[in-house]
């Protein structure tokens, strides 16, 4: 029975993005066809008129065919939401929070090394779950949110990918969860909400998703001590300007930073984010490097390329 489900599924998930493929290719051949009858015409109409008049004309059909490609590249965005990556794609149309660098990043760069139980807080679409059993054959995830819909997301996107029989997804706070629950995590990963001193936007899930205003900083790491094992590491990504905040509580709450990457975003540009890896006992020292995404636009640093080379399919 079970064996019938799955495969009727991955023939209606194959039969949507076919359907996908064949509503990209009629835009594309539609193009082609304005393509084509403007040249033709330019043609023909070159006989008939002068030629002040056949180059306006011609100018008109170029703006009128740069517009269908714009058009043609906004419907392509649009009728895909998804983002697709080597071993498991994402929907994210149920979401109030999408695919981003942010969560591309933690989920690359946590350490997953040695580690079996792991607790992804905030889960959104599921991507960092994905990304970390994808990175450690061991690793069992347990996958919270507080959004509804986000967790029927993540639950969708996670039953369709080959790492399904190793991340179970629950509807609940932090807070709630480690209230119910006596296990303890070898690693918690979260890309938590922020702008708390910004004005809430008008969406009351994004809101939740983007703002702290049901998981504060604070309240992050004191659920964290509840549920980490004594050498179990928190990997979290901030705004930069949060590292302030962040030394202060490690200090209140007696986190010991192991590691820290400081993001920036093009090599001239001022630091955006803050990858770090906490731990309940002491470290010795803390490692600190730098990551630059981009040396240009579009154009990747190998440094970022070598880090998320296992997921992004283009790059």
Known sequence: GNKRYYICFGVLFRGHIFFEW??????????????????????????DQNPCQNYYNCQLEITNWKL??????????MSNPYFRFKQFTVFQDKCAMKVGTDGVLLGAWASVENVTEVLDVGTGTG?????????????RVVA?????????QAKENIGNSPFSDRIGIELLAFQQFVQGSS??????????PYFTDSLLPPDKRRSRARHS???TL???????????????TLSLILPYDKREELDALCEKYLFYM?????VYPLPDSEPKRLLVELMMCPTGHTETSSLIIENSRHQYTKDFTGLVSSFYVHL
Not at 127 to 139: D, K
Not at 218 to 232: E, F, K, P, Q, Y
């Open 258 to 262: 192991k590691r820290k990457t400081i």
């Open 22 to 47: 064949i509503h990209h290719c009629i835009l594309y051949l539609s193009l082609r066809q304005k393509m084509f009858t403007f040249v033709f015409g330019f043609v023909l109409n070159s006989i």
């Open 68 to 77: 269908s490609i714009i058009i043609f590249n906004f419907q392509l965005i």
């Open 218 to 232: 604070n309240d992050l790491l004191v659920s964290a001590r509840g549920c980490l094992t004594n050498h179990g």
């Open 144 to 152: 919270i949110d507080i959004d509804e819909r986000a967790v029927e």
């Open 183 to 192: 296990k303890r995590f070898d690693l918690i990963v979260s890309n938590p």
């Open 127 to 139: 991507l960092i779950a994905l990304m970390v059993v994808q990175r450690n054959p061991q690793a």
């Open 213 to 215: 205003v049901s998981l």
